[in-house]
């Protein structure tokens, strides 16, 4: 998937933990586990606001896209 979770490195940049985190903005741990494995397909802007707000960073700051090898155009030759 083109979009990289940088998640753990902001933890990692304030010095705080995931159970920390997951306490302050009202998720479980397991939920935050997954968002910074990037095995979730989707995040409510609400509870990426609140990551922000603790973390006192961007959504740039935990999301990061990088283009990798497009799919093939099915043919379309008739």
Do not use: H, W
Not at 22 to 27: F, H, K, R, S, T
Not at 28 to 40: D, I
Request: hydrophobic letters at 40%; a positive charge; charged letters at 25%.
């Amino acid at each position: 998937m083109p979009i990289v979770v940088n998640l753990d490195v902001m933890l990692a940049r304030r010095k705080m933990r995931s159970r920390e985190l997951a306490e302050q903005i009202g998720i479980t741990e397991q939920n935050v586990s997954l968002l910074k494995s990037g095995k979730v397909r989707g995040v409510r802007f609400d509870t990426l606001a609140r990551i922000c707000e603790v973390l006192q960073c961007q959504p740039g700051d935990l999301l990061e896209y990088r283009p990798g090898p497009q799919p093939a155009a099915p043919d379309t030759d008739a």
